[in-house]
């Protein structure tokens, strides 16, 4: 398997930054549906911001059953922020 040595996947967690106002739509799922389906462990942590001040957020992805390690790579990314 093409995939088997990779513990976590570090993915965009939305196409966009923040809007400012507008109502949520089926595009907002686009990068975080995927493991909701398969039911991998995700978090979604900040990853910043963008020129505008808005919040960059991104998604780390694990292995089904390896939650405690999602969740230390998160702490681990928010406290490098």
């Keep these: 398997m093409a995939a088997e040595?990779?513990?976590?996947?570090?993915?965009?967690?939305?196409?966009?930054?923040?809007?400012l106002h507008r109502?949520?739509?089926g595009d907002d799922f686009v990068f975080t549906?995927?493991?909701?389906?398969t039911g991998s462990p995700a978090v979604t942590v900040p990853?910043?911001?963008?020129?505008?001040?808005?919040?960059?957020?991104?998604?780390l992805v694990g292995r089904p059953w390896e939650d405690h390690r999602v969740l230390a790579a998160a702490r681990l990314l928010e406290a490098a922020l």
């Design 33 to 37: 549906l995927p493991a909701s389906l």
């Design 47 to 59: 990853a910043g911001r963008d020129c505008s001040g808005l919040p960059i957020g991104v998604q």
């Design 23 to 25: 109502p949520v739509t």
């Design 5 to 19: 040595h990779i513990e976590l996947l570090l993915t965009p967690a939305t196409r966009d930054t923040a809007p």
